[in-house]
C-alpha cells in the first residue's frame, strides 16, 4: 500500500483499515481523513498526533480509560481487540507465572487507583520485565505528569500499528 | 439504577455501560467519567452533549462517520452493533420492499458523496417512511448546515440510548 492508494480510500474503507489505530477510538482516524489527501505516511502520523495533542486533560484521559489491562481479564476471556492481544502476546503477558500475574494485577490496580485510568504502555518495545519495573516507576508519578506519558505511550503505540498496516495489509487494497 | 449508582461506577464498568450512548466513540463516556458525582441523569446528558459540541468541526464529522448506513451491509450482515440494529429493525429498515431499499441505497450514496458523511437520523423518532424524505431533503443543505444537524441527530439517539439504560438495565447494577 502506498499513500496515493491511502488517499484514494472512502471514509469507511479508512476507518475500516485505521479505525483502531487509537485503541477503541475510531473517531481519530474517521476525523482526519478530512485532511487527505496526506503526503506521506508521516503525514498521517502527524494528523492522528495533532488530534490526540487537542484533546483537552479529560478527553486524554478519557482516551486512555479506552485502552485494556495489561494481562487482564480482557486478555484472559479473549476480548482484546486483534491489535491489542497481538502486541501483549508478543512482550509475553499471555505467559506469565503466577507472582508475575499478582504483581501485575496488583500494580494495575494500584495504577488505576491513584490516576483514575489504565497503565498504558507500548507493549511491543517492552517485555514483562520492564512492563513491571516501568509501572512501579510511573505509579509514583504525578497525576498531570503521568496523563501525558501514557499518551505518549498511545502515540508509540498508534505508530507502529501504521506501520504494520503499511507493512502487512498490501493485499487488503 | 439511580444517579448515586452511576456515581459509585468504575470507569471499566462505566465506559461498559456508557460506552455506545455515542455509536462507536467510547471516548465520550470515557471522557465524562471525570466530572462524576452527576446530580442527575440530565447532567450526564449535559456532560454528553458537551464535549460532542467541543469537538472541532473536522471532530464533529468524524464522530458522524462512525455512523453506519441505514439499512446497509452492517444491517445485512449482522455487523451493527447492538444499539444500533434495535433501532433500525425499530424504524422497519429490515423489512424494506426492493424499490425501498434500491432508493434508500441511492440516497445513502448520494449523501455521503456530497458530504463525506453517512446520513444519520434518529430512527426511533422516525419510521422508513419519514427517514426516506428526511434524507431527500436533507440532501439538499449547506454542508456545514448539515453537520450540525447530523450531530442534533447524534444527540437525539444518545438521550433515548441513555434513557433505555435507565429504565432497562437496572438489574445490570
Redesign the interface.
Known amino acids: 500500500m502506498d499513500i496515493r492508494a491511502v488517499n484514494d480510500l472512502?471514509?469507511?474503507e479508512f476507518?475500516n483499515i485505521f479505525g483502531n489505530l487509537v485503541e477503541?477510538?475510531?473517531?481519530?482516524?474517521?476525523?482526519?481523513?478530512?485532511?487527505r489527501p496526506f503526503g506521506s505516511f508521516t503525514a498521517l502520523e502527524k494528523a492522528i498526533n495533532d488530534?490526540i495533542d487537542?484533546l483537552?486533560q479529560?478527553?486524554k484521559?478519557?482516551?486512555l480509560?479506552?485502552h485494556p489491562d495489561l494481562a487482564g481479564r480482557d486478555l484472559q476471556r479473549g476480548t482484546l481487540t486483534q491489535e491489542s492481544r497481538v502486541e501483549q502476546v508478543a512482550a509475553g503477558l499471555d505467559a506469565l507465572g503466577s507472582e508475575e500475574a499478582s504483581r501485575m494485577e496488583r500494580l494495575n490496580d494500584e495504577y488505576?487507583q491513584r490516576f483514575?485510568?489504565p497503565f498504558v504502555i507500548c507493549a511491543r518495545m517492552n517485555d514483562k520485565a520492564t512492563i513491571l519495573h516501568q509501572m512501579t516507576e510511573r505509579c509514583q508519578n504525578e497525576p498531570a505528569l503521568e496523563t501525558l506519558r501514557g499518551i505518549e505511550e498511545v502515540k508509540k503505540i498508534s505508530s507502529l500499528r501504521l506501520h504494520s498496516i503499511i507493512l502487512v495489509d498490501t493485499p487488503r487494497l
Open positions: 472512502s471514509f469507511e476507518v477503541k477510538c475510531p473517531i481519530v482516524a474517521a476525523t482526519v481523513w478530512s485532511q488530534f487537542h483537552p479529560s478527553g484521559e478519557g482516551l480509560r479506552c488505576k483514575g485510568f
